[in-house]
């Protein structure tokens, strides 16, 4: 399966980003779509995730501020990132596992998000 990502950029603390992850290769297969992000100083971190349910799973660092969802095709992933925080910039990554408790099995490239105060 390949993961695409597009959507990063810079944006005001306070302000509103939101990424897309196409996903395109073994899209009959059911997996656990996730954001995944990661500092310069290699902290990861798995933002959100949605599973092959529609059920959604969030970092306590975005709950309530960012929303993952699907599309009905299900082969485009987005994070709608709201009131955004210096804090959410990083490198993000749009992952594919099996389970949402399993190891990442696919990797997009990556999209840097800024955010200024």
């Known amino acids: 399966v390949q993961l695409v990502e597009s959507g990063g950029g810079s944006a005001q603390a306070g302000g509103s980003l939101r990424l897309s992850c196409a996903v395109s290769?073994?899209?009959?297969?059911?997996?656990?779509m996730s954001w995944v992000r990661q500092t310069p100083g290699n902290t990861r971190e798995g933002v959100a995730n949605?599973?092959?349910?529609?059920?959604?799973g969030y970092a306590d660092s975005v709950k309530g501020r960012f929303t993952i969802s699907l599309d009905n095709a299900k082969t485009t992933v987005y994070l709608q990132m709201n009131s955004l925080k210096p804090e959410d910039t990083s490198m993000y990554y749009c992952?594919?596992?099996?389970?949402?408790?399993?190891?990442?099995?696919?990797w997009g490239q990556g999209t840097q998000v800024t955010v200024s105060s």
């Open positions: 949605i599973d092959i349910n529609g059920i959604t």
């Open positions: 992952a594919a596992r099996a389970t949402c408790s399993g190891p990442y099995q696919h």
């Open positions: 290769g073994d899209t009959n297969s059911r997996y656990c």
